[in-house]
């Protein structure tokens, strides 16, 4: 892990690079085990799921984000190498940024990263833009390859869970990837879905933002992954997604619910599944003592709503006067549709760098 | 940050070792700054905040916790070599815990770790036993005099905010230690504190137990702490907080509120306070981009109710065949009151770390 | 530092990426404190040392090796965020490599990466080709500039001490790097270097390869740099330096004849010149207990023979059958003219690394 | 790995600490793989090898080091969690150090550690003292066990190959430890070795000190163990040699004597042995692109002569005023005999983490 924070990861490790103006933004991913099958459709699937633009409920900035895949695979299969992934800026239009070169975005990190390094683009966000997640979600692609290559039946599905206060009803057991993509808010629940796309236009056109909760569950992946103390697979999915921009919470399996239970109500039985361990319900959210139990693993994220606002706002300037200002350009009203492949990626990253230090061990061979 | 999971930090560097039963317990940090004026008694202090027995509210195991320095410490100050701190293993009562070296206990670790390793100390919960936080307390107790000595203003307070349904009210920015230490719950609302101890001594006499929320707030921090994307001082308070035992849920600033504000309400406006630039509210909780803005920093726990019951429970043998089991010995009802430091302990030990690489760069040249 | 051996670092960290074919090669540089001047000028030219195609005695293939800057620079400074270095790959010729494929290149890497990976990219010998180096000797360029910033009188003078069994006389205190570059063999002594070029042309003419020593020497660094025990300056030199391909040893200064002196010919007594504390003589290399004393560092790397000849060489196949191989296409008949910006690159990047590390905890600030 | 230096390795993770003087020294083992046997005789034979007092050609200090497994171990098997062994100090006599504390000492590290830190423990060398070494031998024995586990043929000599200028003749191919531990020496040929024993009591008679060259075989490793690039396997060697106190050199292989020979003399040419591809020479090493290649791994170490002599000596005070100084106490007057297993420990931490790093990516799988 890295002193300066811009690696993730112990043994797939992923480095990410770029600003959101620039000769471009990519990651490198070291530690990638060799002979795994991919290809550059699998990567370019992902990152058209977070890419702008997709629908009528996102930002209207135009980006292709395609990738090149500089090095780490030959012939359809990884190396053992590191794998490059590249993808090129365009659609810059600086002049939507000029204000902001003077005066800090209230709950933007222009101020903290001038407090922190003296110096900033302030061209579009720069680091701190929330394209720097591309990388992230070319990384994901590849890492949930590698966990289909270990785990025949891994699966993973995030979707949207709650915006604003318009909460769905989804079973966590059983929901499918499918369900997830057949709408543009990527809320299982198709009738409350579709009250959430209808809120997030109505804010849009308010020039406000809005909020929400993303899900996350794991299912397929072997009892016995993670790591005790500092290292719980909790822990490292917190640290995962409160890195993830705009997000505000974590909470795993029963979360803050937890807080008003007692012990009786939730501890998670054992019992016998034929030959196999099991527990009778899932408060733990499929890890006990930081370690995987077999069960499906279930997170919950908090999104607050995004800064860039049309409203007028109070705000300083970088020479210290007190000033205002009103965000121009094209913005999200809402980053959860956005962000679901994000919080995906991110989890795939940690349950694949957790599945690697597991066998490193001896974990696999028993 | 290591492969394997038992150390914490990047500069100040924390590792842990050592199981509930056996020769001892405790810590090494590597890292710490030289010249830090730092004595036994300043890491005892903390120790008994965390010590078992210390009322009649936490488990009645009386362990003394009694620290050794080995070393890193010379003439009252740190060398900048390893500081190493070791408490001996005492009042071992093995026969408590014959029963789960053939059972596993529910929503314990017991099945995860003998899933992992293939083997398993099955006395007093081994290495996932709470008693591994007191090389973790010992260590915070270093950290906040290296942050004290670098940032003279800083402050860090540490609280009971809810127990199972009790919500204390408390002034986040005047609360201050002495507060916290004046009841045995550890919570600054003196009427709410006293319920919060009605009630986990009613639940305690019931065979039971119950979880709640700590709330944690730092002051006195320079802008500018913290690295952006991956390593977001957030990320790490999320990561530092979810590897503490029992913990299912972290929130910083607004938390999970924030999913049901617009971003009209939730943006925290820049102003200036004399040559200062502050927030006019601070729902970011003190961090913008992942970077300390000043403000106050401050974040929510959630503790679940403790696994270990009276009460008769279905589990499993490790020989795979359903059975039963009943606890015995003696536990916590509620571990908050004895959680507040180590909540405390790793939120000091992110901050230093931080702190120091934020150096590390020129952070402290300006 | 990374679990998979392609990351070199702590806080200055530096990534490479990239195999010789392929769609490119470059470098990830996280940890660069901000403002430093870079331009893009500054890197290319010591690629340009690097170079294949430079002169006469090196390997005739035309590689122009234009570097791009992805990110982390932005009018001319660095932002404090990753520096990313692309360079892309031409001039293929994979016909040259097509009996490669089946076959092993004696005291190559074509074995082990297969033996490792069980797959390998047989174009021009993949990750293992030197043109790795790239990314390391652009990543030096900016560790220079940086060291240059914090320590206004360093100088690093890297140069070719030995070629075979010609040894130059050179005055290691004086030695400047202008010396070094005013001949295509990169040796200060001119007598010397002439010998040694129409050594390497003779050789060159004979299909064979022949090794030699390089040595650098680094000033103007304060005293106390570096870490004790296990990342002393002289270990974390010596693992840069065996970390480029074609080297077989290294010593720091004595080396290894200090196994022929007493210990009262070898010790350096201190003495006060003017208020500097000083020693008389130098046989530590400039390092006592792994921390720099501010003296001169310097150190000596022995590079083997290349492996790739014109001769016939026994070898097996991929399919474990004996067999024979002559290298084709254009090689380089004695790599150290072009490994002294590389070995100087190394030295850079450790350098830069411990002085951050050094000020991380304090060490400016006195 | 970590950024202040007393940690090595990435997976299984080596951390020492302690000063000659104080509490105890000792070492945390993070990622020692689960169920390997290991007994605390295993480890005390390996620091009685290093212990001071052990022969007429130590220094006559008397320290037991007597180690204490403190945790990790369970009824004689690894647990897979930290194995923390600590050995308490004993036989102080600081009135042999009071001189030291005002004068640097020529070439060790006083000077450099006061100029780092500002502080130093001036007993006995602080944390620069080669007693550090014990948590290395220590670690070094767990190591052994682990990879003797995974690899039965696995076997590492360490032996004296040059006191001052007697060379032994050694077959490097065939000599065992037996060999080794057949005289105080610790030097196979039996011939030299007594003109190594009279050489040094010699020296020592006359109050100086000598060097010399310690050389180390491991065999029994799969081909495949190595990282290429950064953390090739002779890179991580190098490193490891070069943080041992006194060391001034390493070279693998044909090491700096590969500087004079041609590529068509110095290439291994591979050839079928049944079913397996060997090499006919050995001058890589074992090692091949930072990959072993299954042939026997073998290196050898400079060390320079102990810097402790009795002669008056110049130097400065702390106050920075010309002085002199003259040795008092119990010095070792050549530190190879007792370095050898300070070298094998080295040279096992580095292999035992680099086989598990390759099992990570599925190295056992095949």
Redo the contacts between chains.
């Keep these: ?8 990861g ?2 797939f ?1 992923v ?5 959101s103006h ?5 990651v ?1 991913i ?6 795994i099958a991919i290809s550059d459709a699998d990567i370019q699937r992902e990152l058209d799921r977070r890419r702008p633009g997709q629908s009528k409920i996102t930002t209207q900035r135009k980006e292709e984000d395609q990738c ?5 695979i ?1 012939e359809g ?8 992934i ?1 993808v090129r800026n365009k659609d810059a239009r600086p002049e939507d940024y000029s204000e902001i070169a003077a005066k ?1 975005r ?4 222009d ?3 001038e ?7 302030w061209q579009g966000g ?3 833009s929330a394209r ?1 997640t591309v990388g992230r979600v070319a990384a994901g692609a590849v890492a949930k390859k590698v966990l289909s290559t270990f785990y025949p039946d891994f699966e993973i599905v995030t979707y949207v869970a ?1 915006i ?2 318009i909460v769905a009803k989804i079973n966590r057991s059983t929901v499918k990837m499918k369900d997830v993509e057949k709408n543009i808010v990527r809320c299982p629940d198709v009738a409350e879905a579709k009250r959430m796309i209808s809120l997030i236009e109505q ?1 849009r056109d308010e020039g ?6 993303i899900e996350c569950v794991a299912r397929g992946l ?11 697979l ?10 993830i ?1 705009a ?10 619910e ?15 599944h034929g ?1 196999k ?1 099991r ?2 319900t899932n ?3 499929g ?8 069960e499906d693993i279930y997170f919950r994220v ?8 049309a ?1 007028q ?4 300037t970088s020479s ?3 000033s205002e200002l009103a965000a121009r350009g094209r913005h999200d009203p809402c980053v959860l549709p956005r962000a679901v492949p994000i919080v995906e990626a991110m989890a795939a990253l940690v349950l694949c760098d957790h599945a ?11």
Tied chains: 1, 2, 3, 4.
């Design positions: 892990m890295p002193a300066m924070g811009n690696t993730f112990h043994i490790r480095t990410t690079f770029g600003e620039g000769g471009g933004i990519g490198v070291d530690g990638c085990p060799p002979r090149e895949i500089l090095s780490g030959f299969k990884t190396l053992g190498t590191p794998v490059a590249a800090f209230p709950s933007h990190a101020y903290t990263y407090a922190k390094y003296g110096i900033r683009n720069g680091r701190a720097e709650q604003h206060d804010v406000d933002s809005i909020g929400g909760v072997a009892a016995g992954i993670g790591e005790p103390v500092f290292d719980k909790e822990a490292d999915l917190a640290k995962a997604m409160l890195s921009p997000t505000k919470g974590f909470e795993i399996g029963s979360g803050f937890a807080t008003r239970m007692r012990g009786s109500q939730h501890n998670d039985p054992f019992e016998m030959k361990i527990t009778a408060n733990s959210g890890v006990q003592g930081g370690i995987s139990n077999g908090a999104f607050k709503p995004p800064a860039t606002i409203f706002q109070k705000t300083v210290k006067q007190d690697l230090r597991h066998h490193a061990i001896g974990g696999r061979l028993e």
